[in-house]
């Protein structure tokens, strides 16, 4: 599957730039709000849930930015192929406190930051003047997963640590996205999007993990 949609992905880039006088360049960036889905995530929330509050988990807030080409297929239609680099992720965190003292007797944080290259190939739809929806298929490709680790007892640290665990990952991850958007006449654009993706994270395939993310962002059309 990843290695058709990198063909079609080649084919449609082709034909933009040598076929059709009317593509026009593309940039874009913006914060993606990242999460795991799935059985596995589940599983660990229920267990989160008997900590009575001392351990809670959290989104990663990050950031996208790349770059396409927007190919007309007619008046309201057309594609738009890209290459993106996107920050996503997920971590925990635990508090205890003493409470006589209102002291933190234990702050232990644990964030899984991953960076990511997507190609995703939307179909842009364009309703009304400035009004986009758009959705398509997504690759991703992981290049490198850091366990961030930070551990303080009564204030005082005691972990400060990056592992690389990118190994333990698969590095390929096929989703979709999709989302909608507003552009102004001179070429910039506000953006909100959904993505998903549809491939086990866990490189051995022992539990059911997947990411799962939200974008707000701006683009410019050249």
Do not use: C
């Not at 490189?203 to 962002?217: C, D, I, L, M, V």
């Amino acid at each position: 599957m990843r290695k058709i949609y990198l063909s079609l992905l080649v084919v449609f880039t082709t034909a933009a730039i040598t076929t059709n006088a009317q593509v026009k360049p593309v940039i874009k960036a913006g914060v993606i709000q990242s999460t795991w889905k799935g059985e596995a995530r589940q599983s660990f929330d229920q267990l989160i849930d008997k900590t009575d509050g001392y351990i809670t988990t959290r989104n990663r807030t990050a950031f996208y930015v790349g770059a396409g080409i927007e190919l007309p297929l007619g008046d309201v239609v057309s594609l738009e192929p890209s290459l993106v680099y996107s920050q996503r992720g997920y971590g925990i965190k635990g508090n205890l406190t003493i409470n006589d003292m209102k002291i933190d007797a234990l702050d232990a944080r644990a964030t899984s930051q991953m960076h990511y290259i997507d190609l995703p190939v939307l179909l842009k739809v364009k309703p009304a003047a400035g009004l986009q929806l758009f959705a398509g298929p997504q690759v991703s490709y992981l290049v490198k997963n850091n366990l961030r680790a930070d551990v303080s007892v009564l204030g005082f640290s005691l972990i400060n640590t990056d592992m690389d665990i990118t190994e333990q990952f698969n590095r390929w991850d096929v989703g979709v996205t999709g989302g909608i958007g507003y552009e102004f006449a001179n070429g910039i654009g506000i953006t909100a999007a959904y993505e998903r993706g549809f491939q086990r994270l866990d490189k051995n395939q022992n539990f059911k993990a997947f990411n799962e993310g939200y974008k707000a962002g701006l683009t410019y059309r050249f």
